[in-house]
């Protein structure tokens, strides 16, 4: 697995080394994660476009609201 060097200023490597002890992870395997979930758990181009407004029919309309259901009370 590669190694990759970065400098980080002495206040967040000490946030960094409490928030990896919490986890109870090493700096290194707590920054794995922070990076995987920031660059491998985004939505694949264009997902919404294609989803949400991908709709080819008629333009939906809404109904009116009707009269609510009367039912007898419980006891």
């Known amino acids: 697995m ?3 060097h970065c400098y980080i200023p002495d206040k967040l490597v000490a946030q960094l080394r409490r928030k990896a002890e919490k986890h109870h992870l090493s700096i ?3 920054l794995a ?3 995987r979930k920031d660059i491998g758990s985004g ?3 264009g997902y ?10 008629k333009p939906l309309q809404r109904l009116e609201p009707g009269d609510y259901e009367q039912r007898e009370k419980m006891e």
Do not use: A
Not at 48 to 57: A, K, L, R, S, Y
């Open 33 to 35: 994660r922070l990076i």
């Open 43 to 45: 939505w694949p181009p």
């Open 2 to 4: 590669p190694q990759i």
């Open 28 to 30: 290194s395997k707590y």
């Open 48 to 57: 919404f476009e294609q989803v949400f407004g991908g709709w080819e029919g």
